[in-house]
């Protein structure tokens, strides 16, 4: 894949996400959202915090200095930040549930799947140990995928 077709990804996965965000204002979750979008928040912000010793992007190439990064949340899944923005969303559009918001959310989860298979390649190109790391870790979500 080229470097074209990541900026269609980002701009599909940033348009879903800003979508579904707008979509869900005003901001009255139920408990299960509460639930979702909190532990979402707590998941994506310590993902961010382990990996800012590492190079962070947007496309789904790795940054050329950057470290495979195995801790924290990285210990467990592979993509916790992918994880997060799905969590967030999905418990953001859970207290009135529509056809269009389910498309969207669908949209968004085949988006963030395409990417991460996508730099999951490009990991295993850049990081020998990367199949270790594969083998004992989940992409997205603990103990299913």
Known sequence: M???FAYILVL?????IGWLVQSAYPFNLNITGLILASVAIVLGSWSLWVMRISKIRILPMPHVEAAL????PYRLLRHPMYTAVLLFTAGISIDYPN????????IL???LIIKLH????MLNQQFPE????QQKSFKLVPFLY
């Open 2 to 4: 080229d470097k074209p």
């Open 12 to 16: 599909i996965q940033f348009s879903s």
């Open 69 to 72: 990064i195995t801790s924290g």
């Open 99 to 106: 056809w269009e918001k389910v498309i969207i959310w669908l």
């Open 109 to 111: 989860l085949i988006v």
């Open 118 to 121: 996508w730099e999951e390649q």
């Open 130 to 133: 990367y199949r270790f790391y």
